[in-house]
């Protein structure tokens, strides 16, 4: 029985919000592992193309994915609401290595979801605004 060699070292990005409403995004990239001897003069890592992903929700497969010619992949999941952990895994080959990315989303309904926006909104937008208004009005009152 022959060793299993992994040649190539695969990695996966997963980009997915933190909170979110249906339907739930997700995107990222796989990328392989070309050392020098194949890609001279330095090797490095090149775009994983046409490689199917599975993508799992709370440990339940949920689907597949295809990445694209330069390695991107995206998809919407409808999820129920509440936190919900998303992995995306590759399973590798004979000739590389297998790779998984984990994220974690919460899900919202509608209305919560612009209830949310809306507290961030005057959480950060407050301190965009008031920062700038309390120095302008510290200065203003230095030069009297």
Known sequence: MQPEVDLF?????LNAPS???NPVR?????VWY????????LGGWKPYANVTLDVYVDGV???TVTTGSDGSY??????????????VYY??????SPAQAKAYVTVLSPKEYQQYQEQNLLLYGLAGVT????VYAILRGMKK
């Open 19 to 21: 909170v979110a409403t």
């Open 26 to 30: 997700i995107s990222g990239g796989v």
């Open 34 to 41: 070309c050392p020098p001897i194949l890609c001279p003069p």
């Open 131 to 134: 920062i700038p208004l309390l």
């Open 9 to 13: 070292k695969v990695a996966i990005t």
């Open 91 to 96: 399973p590798g080959s004979w000739k590389d």
């Open 61 to 63: 497969k949920y689907g």
């Open 74 to 87: 995206s998809a919407e999941l409808e999820l129920s609401y509440g936190r919900h952990e998303i992995m």
